[in-house]
C-alpha cells in the first residue's frame, strides 16, 4: 500500500512537502514516481527516482522547484515542492511499479 499525504491549499510561492509511505513491502529495490493529475488534463510525470538514489527525474514545468528523495529506512518517498504556481494544482499520486496510491491533492491559489 501507498499513501500520500502533504497536500494542501498554498499561495502561489509557497512550498509543500508531500510525502508517500509504503506499507507492506519495501521500496528499497524500486525507482519510485511521481504523477500529478488536473481537472480536465491528462496525467503527467513529474519525478521519479532510481532505486540507490543515483539518478532522478523532473518534467520541465518543475525542474529546479522540486525535488524528490527517498529514505528507505522509513520506506517513504517524499516531493519538496518549492516555487509552486498555480499550475501545480492538481492530485498527486505517488507510483511503485504497477501500483498508485489514493493520492493527495495540491491546490495553489494565485
Known amino acids: 500500500q501507498l499513501v500520500e499525504s502533504g497536500g494542501g491549499l498554498v499561495q502561489a510561492g509557497g512550498s509543500l512537502r508531500l510525502s508517500c509511505a509504503a506499507s507492506g513491502f519495501t521500496i528499497d529495490d524500486y525507482a519510485i514516481g511521481w504523477f500529478r493529475q488536473a481537472p480536465g488534463k491528462e496525467r503527467e510525470g513529474v519525478s521519479c527516482?532510481?532505486?540507490?538514489?543515483?539518478?532522478?527525474y523532473y518534467a520541465d514545468s518543475v525542474k529546479g522547484r522540486f525535488t524528490i528523495s527517498r529514505d528507505n529506512a522509513q520506506n517513504t518517498v517524499y516531493l519538496q515542492m518549492n516555487s509552486l504556481k498555480p499550475e501545480d494544482t492538481g492530485r498527486y499520486y505517488c507510483?511503485?511499479?504497477?501500483?498508485w496510491g489514493q493520492g493527495t491533492q495540491v491546490t495553489v491559489s494565485s
Open positions: 507510483v511503485l511499479n504497477v501500483f
Open positions: 527516482i532510481s532505486s540507490n538514489q543515483s539518478s532522478t
